[in-house]
């Protein structure tokens, strides 16, 4: 069964770092592309990472450039997304969806979805 979980959501002060994982089941990472999406109260579900092969190009959302860095261990079988000088604008719902390369910003596109991990930015 393909299975898709987030992990890693906490509350953290503005400025702080968290680290999100995705662990994936029932598929091989390396042919398929995992993307990052979150979503916000009252928003529309935002694509801001996604990774496909090993070699392939890696997708940031501009507001997010320069502050979180995405990731894969093939062995675990896992996705990363490490978050640095984290806003109180990056509060939301953060999921990771799987979907066929290459990468792509566009939710429609993912067809395998995890149930969401929530991160707080506040002091």
């Known amino acids: 069964q393909v299975h898709l979980a987030e992990s890693g959501g906490d509350l953290v002060q503005p400025g702080g770092s968290l680290r999100l994982s995705c662990a994936a089941s029932g598929f091989t990472l390396d042919y398929f592309a995992i993307g990052w999406f979150r979503q916000a109260p009252g928003q529309e579900r935002e694509g801001i990472s996604c990774i496909s092969t090993s070699d392939g190009p890696i997708f940031y959302e501009e507001s997010v450039k320069g502050r979180f860095t995405i990731s894969r261990d093939n062995f675990k079988n896992t996705v990363y997304l490490q978050m640095n000088s984290l806003k109180p604008e990056d509060t939301a719902v953060y999921y990771c969806?799987?979907?066929?390369?290459?990468?792509?910003?566009?939710?429609?596109?993912?067809?395998?979805w995890g149930q969401g991990t929530q991160v707080t930015v506040s002091s």
């Open positions: 969806a799987m979907g066929p390369i290459p990468c792509s910003n566009r939710a429609g596109k993912y067809n395998i």
